[in-house]
């Protein structure tokens, strides 16, 4: 395992294009622009305030750059650094800007949510989209591209609406059995949406295409609901965290659960691995302690700190077989952990200086070798798995990984 130098970042804005060819980072109103394989600059832009927000487009052609306290937008292009693109939403404000899914659409959230704004890079056409719901994940597009799903508040109730992202027609327009929506999110295979409610309460509701009901599923009632969800890649699961410390598993047949997967405080199977971090205490020579002992001495004698489990803990269980495969018990608090595109590893942060990989093979801890205060708060893969950005509060650097065999041992 190797890693790069350490360069200047701001906000841990950084990101690896869909291609896998560059690397674009904010540091304060610039962007630069690396190739992934040299690290050497491509193309630096200078933008008209610091940068907030930024997205590469799905051919890696362009990259927007939003600066929400102005209520601006620009759009920078790779083949033709001259040319440059500003959208500005004026006293509407602005508060979300992202790509649509062929990357020559702009879609800008106005402040207070009272519209989305449709930009055409290639038409300069404008269109606009009533009353978006805001939402923990209003927006959702299918993986190919052709639909947008949009949460919708209007008259006290909500509702969907889906478009077609080649003209933005809009497509289906129905309410849902929802007393407040908190996010919305497509199958991979675009066929069904997932719409929950509230966290007061817990119902999660399954739609077709056409805007049908599919089905509803409720847990319990009286108490807090639902916490996060997530689609399986092959849309045959739809796991969701819940509020009692809970994953329950639906199938994509019956949409009835299938598994609940709990975090017990004793792990009680002899079958389940349970990796626990350590730390050794630094070796102190008692003839050359001195009393009273310095500020140096005291913070290494006494640094150890006392958490609770599960914030420190990463749960990994066996979808083959339904049950818990692995726990990660680490030190400090987990701050981010993310699959590999690629194969099974799983890369984890906790704000030290380390970063973590699992793989069903083992679990290794690396330390990242930069001078200085290098916290590693987050991180994210290339494409090809072979390559991990991991972001401090001010700094990034890459960390490249050898062979799965070479690399746990």
Request: glycine share 4%; net charge neutral; proline share 4%.
């Amino acid at each position: 395992m190797n890693f790069s130098e350490c360069f200047k970042l701001s906000s841990q804005l950084c990101k690896f294009s869909p291609d896998g060819k560059f690397l674009a980072s904010g540091v304060q109103y610039r962007l630069v622009v690396r190739s992934t394989n040299t690290l050497q600059i491509l193309q630096l832009f200078t933008c008209l305030d610091q940068i907030q927000h930024i997205e590469w487009s799905s051919d890696s052609l362009f990259i927007l750059c939003a600066m929400y306290k102005r209520g601006i937008v620009q759009v920078w292009s790779l083949e033709q650094p001259d040319w440059h693109c500003k959208v500005d939403e004026g006293s509407a404000g602005l508060v979300a800007s992202c790509w649509s899914p062929d990357g020559r659409h702009i879609l800008n959230t106005t402040e207070f949510h009272l519209r989305i704004t449709v930009w055409s890079l290639c038409t300069k056409s404008v269109s606009y989209i009533k009353y978006p719901k805001a939402c923990q994940q209003g927006i959702a597009f299918t993986k190919d591209g052709r639909y947008m799903a949009l949460a919708e508040r209007r008259d006290c109730k909500d509702y969907i609406s889906l478009f077609v992202c080649s003209d933005w027609q809009l497509l289906r327009h129905f309410d849902t059995e929802t007393q407040d929506i908190a996010g919305i999110e497509w199958a991979p295979n675009g066929c069904v949406l997932a719409v929950w409610d509230t966290c007061l309460e817990y119902k999660i509701l399954l739609y077709s295409l056409d805007g049908r009901l599919l089905s509803t599923y409720r847990a319990y009632e009286w108490s807090l609901g639902i916490k996060s969800v997530s689609w399986s890649p092959s849309s045959q699961f739809l796991a969701i965290g819940s509020y009692d410390e809970k994953v329950r598993i639906l199938n994509h047949v019956t949409w009835k659960k299938i598994a609940d997967f709990e975090h017990p405080v004793t792990v009680a199977s002899p079958k389940t691995v349970v990796y626990k971090e350590t730390e050794k205490s630094p070796a102190v020579e008692m003839d050359k302690l001195l009393f009273p002992p310095s500020k140096t001495e005291a913070s290494s004698l006494f640094s150890t700190k006392s958490k609770y489990n599960i914030p420190n803990a990463v749960w990994i269980w066996d979808m083959q077989q339904m049950k818990l495969f692995v726990v990660l018990e680490q030190l400090c608090t987990v701050q981010l952990f993310q699959w590999d595109p690629q194969q099974s590893r799983l890369a984890i942060c906790t704000a030290n200086s380390r970063v973590y990989l699992w793989s069903p093979a083992g679990c290794v801890s690396v330390q990242v070798p930069m001078e200085g205060d290098f916290q590693v708060i987050s991180l994210c893969w290339h494409s090809s798995g072979n390559s991990l950005a991991l972001m401090s509060k001010e700094n990034f650097c890459l960390c490249y990984l050898e062979s799965e065999a070479e690399e746990v041992k």
